[in-house]
């Protein structure tokens, strides 16, 4: 049984700080990260690591926002800083398998940015 748990989403005003966080169970993932997703568009690649700790990130965020996993604890976090409004989406955590065959998805957290 998988399971990704995503909490830290919330309201903060433009230029503000928030840190998700994703906390997995029932396997260990080669590549986690970070999807957002704004009403009415697709779903877009934000951050991913390794489980060796390479990260890739969304040029739209490079320099704002940091990926970072604890593999003790099979838990992946978003550092988000300087927060814009078009950051406003729900941010959700995605798990890979080793193979890349399995795929998993969190329900999300909301995170809001106003102007």
């Known amino acids: 049984q998988v399971h990704l748990v995503e909490s830290g989403g919330g309201l903060v005003q433009a230029g503000g700080s928030l840190r998700l966080s994703c906390a997995a169970s029932?396997?260990?993932?080669?590549?986690m990260g970070w999807y957002r997703q704004a009403t009415g568009e697709q779903r877009e690649l934000v951050a991913t690591?390794?489980?060796?700790?390479?990260?890739t990130y969304a040029d739209s965020v490079r320099g704002r926002f940091t990926i970072s996993r604890d593999n003790a604890k099979n838990t992946v976090y978003l550092q988000m800083t300087t927060l814009k409004p078009e950051d406003t989406a729900v941010y959700y955590c995605?798990?890979?398998?080793?193979?890349?065959?399995?795929?998993?998805w969190g329900k999300g957290t909301l995170v809001t940015v106003s102007s």
């Open positions: 995605n798990a890979k398998s080793f193979g890349g065959a399995a795929n998993y």
């Open positions: 690591t390794t489980i060796g700790g390479t990260t």
């Open positions: 029932g396997s260990i993932f080669g590549v």
